[in-house]
């Protein structure tokens, strides 16, 4: 038995092969123009699709699960399981923006300024909800690319997909509103979730991918401290239950170690040394089972 699973194609194809790398699954092209990916894993069949088709053909069960985005599974208003949220995206570990955008010289300053006026996106529907909420009459058209360059000349306002806004200014355009804010979500078709194969697979995989997205931000830090100080250096360390404590060889020393937030070891390594650990060593985790 396999279990068919699609992935993304294009912005976010990169970024997930190198997901499923860091969760044991090496993934392989045999060309660019490949659609059908090997995958070390025989249980394993993949497609690669636009993310935008995904959450269609996991409804119709022509594949068993996939990764998209919640952006795309409103668009498309699927009926799908939602097995697991994966935050990611193609330039970082965050979420992504659908964002109401303008010209920088344009008048508009509030999603209400753009009543009777002509937007553009790809999100047709999500656009057309979010006007409506406003009680908001405009005219939503589907852009096929290049959504920045066709304001002002072709439309008053885009809604476009942005994670950092560099595109936009690039553009000389202007964020008035956000529309959406959307993540990367692991989803199954509801009768493959019903399967106990099936759904162990699913359950498999899931785990082993948001533990290589929760690593992405944590580290593992070890240290030797002298007993008498143990306590000044415990007091100092977070951790996701308990440090681990060690004797040494030496009885008047010990070995210390737990996670941390990456961001954090900048500062708490001075702090650990004052406080009087030694050998201090950082390292990179590769999983961090939840």
């Known amino acids: 038995m396999k ?19 860091k969760a044991g699954f090496e993934i392989t092209l045999s060309s660019s123009r490949s659609y059908f990916p090997y995958i070390n894993d025989s249980e394993i069949e993949l497609i690669l699709l636009r993310a935008q088709e995904i959450g269609r053909y996991v409804t119709e069960g022509i594949v068993d699960a996939g990764i998209t985005g919640r952006d795309w599974l409103i668009e498309t208003d699927c009926a799908v399981e939602e097995i697991a949220e994966l935050i990611y995206a193609k330039q970082g570990m965050r979420p ?28 047709v529907n999500i656009s057309k909800k979010y006007f409506a909420s406003k009680n908001v009459s405009v005219d939503v058209e ?22 950092t806004g560099s595109s936009l200014r690039a553009n000389n355009l202007r964020i008035i509103d956000t529309v959406l804010e959307s993540t990367t979500r692991f989803i199954a078709n509801k009768k493959s979730a019903a399967d106990a194969w099936k759904r162990s ?21 070890k240290m030797n401290v002298q007993r008498d100080k ?15 404590v060690s004797p040494l060889v030496d009885g008047r020393w010990c070995a210390v170690e737990t996670i941390i937030d ?25 999983k961090v089972v939840p």
């Open 96 to 123: 992504v923006r659908w964002v109401l955008a303008v010209p920088n010289d344009s008048p508009y300053k509030t999603a209400a300024d753009l009543n009777g006026k002509r937007i553009a996106t790809e999100v």
């Open 3 to 21: 279990l068919k699973l699609a992935i993304p194609k294009g912005s976010l194809q990169d970024t997930t092969f190198a997901l499923f790398a």
């Open 262 to 286: 990456e961001q954090m070891v900048r500062t708490l390594i001075q702090t650990l040394k004052a406080a009087g650990a030694e050998g201090i060593v950082e390292y990179p985790l590769n």
């Open 142 to 163: 589907y852009s096929w690319g290049a959504t920045e360059v066709k304001a002002p000349t072709l439309v008053d306002a885009i809604v476009e997909i942005t994670e």
């Open 201 to 221: 697979k699913i359950e498999q995989i899931s785990l082993l991918l948001r533990s290589a997205l929760l690593a992405e931000s944590k580290v593992g830090i």
């Open 230 to 244: 143990l306590d000044a250096v415990v007091k100092l360390l977070p951790s996701l239950t308990n440090p681990t």
